[in-house]
């Protein structure tokens, strides 16, 4: 007498289908998402331990203080911004500052 199957085999083939088509895109998600955090690791990681001083040395050496009602003429603070490396960006009567990348 010849061995019986357990499982047909038309049976079997449907639930690997099932199983190729349900694991395939978990598979892809899971690929991305390892992916995703390999790349963007170490920024959160540096972020998370501070990373203040990496910024233009400069910027932390000449502190300033202002203090209310204090004087200051605007070429002065200006002069002051662009030294730290802001660059004077025209904006009407004020002035926008933006970090300038060395």
Same mark, same amino acid.
């Given at each position: 007498? $010849?061995?019986?199957? !357990?499982?047909?085999?038309?049976?079997?083939?449907?639930?690997?289908?099932?199983? !190729?088509?349900?694991?395939?895109?978990?598979?892809? #998600?899971?690929?991305?998402? !390892?992916?995703?955090?390999?790349?963007?690791?170490?920024?959160?990681?540096?972020?998370?331990?501070?990373?203040?001083?990496?910024? $233009?040395?400069?910027?932390?050496?000449? $502190?300033? #203080?202002?203090?209310?009602?204090?004087?200051?003429?605007?070429?002065?603070?200006?002069?002051?911004?662009?030294?730290?490396?802001?660059?004077?960006? $025209?904006?009407?009567?004020?002035?926008?500052?933006?970090?300038?990348?060395?």
């Amino acid at each position: 007498m $010849p061995p019986t199957r !357990l499982y047909a085999t038309g049976r079997i083939r449907v639930v690997w289908a099932v199983a !190729l088509t349900l694991l395939t895109p978990i598979a892809i #998600v899971s690929a991305l998402l !390892l992916a995703g955090y390999q790349r963007y690791a170490h920024i959160v990681e540096g972020r998370l331990h501070g990373e203040r001083g990496a910024g $233009p040395s400069r910027l932390y050496s000449r $502190p300033f #203080v202002l203090r209310r009602g204090q004087a200051l003429a605007a070429d002065a603070f200006v002069r002051r911004l662009n030294a730290l490396g802001y660059e004077e960006k $025209p904006g009407g009567r004020l002035y926008k500052f933006k970090m300038v990348d060395q």
